[in-house]
Every structure is written in structure tokens, then in C-alpha cells.
């Protein structure tokens, strides 16, 4: 876990951005999240973590949820959570439905994780976002350290 805490003071933070990116090489395959807290356009916190074997669709669900526990150390009220997944951020949205069997539970999860804040909207922004892009270099650099991991058995 890589965390880069820049404000001691989170107890007065009642808004946040959550920038969220998964990958999976192969689908399924490999997967890994990477998760941005930002304040006022300076990065609080981030994180990536390697999570075994996931679609990239779940690996955005789980981006987004792991973005949403950061959210209450926090102690935020208003969450903006903003992803490259349309598809995910729609799902979210309540504007598409979630088909998908695999992706049921963890939309349910996401869910249930939002009731604890205020308010929590959802955005999809394409990669060109300087947030979305250090979002998925994270979720990469986890891809990554899992090869060299498995290098160095």
C-alpha cells in the first residue's frame, strides 16, 4: 500500500474527489486499482493495491468502493467520484442498468457504501484528466510490482 498524506487536519474536510482507475490484463486476469483523494486540487491521498483476478469492470467497481472507504477516513460529507468507466459510472448513475451477473454484487456494495455520506455523485471523465491519468498509472504500477513480485520467487 502506497499512501501520500499531505493534510493532517481531516476532521474539517467535508468535500472530496475520488479519482478512481481499474485495469485487468486479460479479462479476466491480473487486476489492480488505483484511487486519488483530492482537495482542492491537491492530491491528500493515493493508494494501489493488486486484487488477483478480476474483469476490468470489477476492478473499476472495486477502484470505486476502496475510493469510497478512503472517502470516510476522511470524514467527507459530499463525495464526487470520477472514473474513465462509463459504463460503471452510468451503472452508479442509475442510468444503465446492471446486467452483468459478476458485477451485481459489487454495484450492491458501492451502494450500500454510499449511505454513510451526505451526498455522493458520480462523473465519468475520459483519460486525458491529469487525475484519471495518475489514477491509471497506479492501477498499472500494481499490475507491474505484481510481475516483479512473481520475478523474484
Same mark, same amino acid.
Given at each position: ?5 499531505? #493534510?493532517?487536519?481531516?476532521?474539517? +474536510?467535508?468535500? +472530496? $474527489? ?8 486479460? $479479462?479476466?486476469?491480473? @487486476? ?16 494501489? %493495491? ?19 472507504? /478512503?472517502?470516510?477516513?476522511? *470524514? @467527507?460529507?459530499? +463525495? ?9 459510472? *452510468?451503472?452508479? *448513475? ?7 451477473? #459478476? /458485477? &451485481? ?10 449511505? &454513510? ?10 483519460? #486525458?484528466? *491529469? ?5 491509471? %498509472?497506479?492501477?498499472?504500477? @500494481? ?5 516483479? #513480485?512473481?520475478?523474484?520467487?
Amino acid at each position: 500500500m502506497e499512501s501520500k498524506s499531505k #493534510n493532517k487536519k481531516t476532521s474539517q +474536510i467535508t468535500q +472530496i $474527489n475520488i479519482y478512481t482507475d481499474g485495469a485487468s490484463r486479460g $479479462n479476466p486476469g491480473p @487486476a489492480g486499482i488505483g484511487i486519488l483523494a483530492v482537495k482542492n486540487n491537491k492530491i491528500l491521498y493515493e493508494d494501489k %493495491e493488486q486484487i488477483g483476478k478480476h474483469t476490468n469492470n470489477e476492478a473499476e467497481y472495486k477502484a470505486i468502493k476502496k475510493g469510497l472507504q /478512503l472517502a470516510k477516513r476522511y *470524514k @467527507a460529507q459530499k +463525495i464526487t467520484v470520477t472514473s474513465d468507466s462509463e459504463l460503471v459510472t *452510468k451503472q452508479l *448513475k442509475g442510468e444503465y442498468q446492471v446486467k452483468a451477473p #459478476n /458485477l &451485481q454484487p459489487l454495484h450492491q456494495e458501492v451502494k450500500k457504501k454510499e449511505k &454513510q455520506f451526505k451526498e455522493v455523485k458520480y462523473q465519468h471523465r475520459k483519460r #486525458n484528466n *491529469k487525475y484519471i491519468q495518475r489514477a491509471d %498509472e497506479l492501477a498499472n504500477k @500494481a499490475l507491474d510490482q505484481r510481475k516483479t #513480485n512473481k520475478n523474484t520467487r
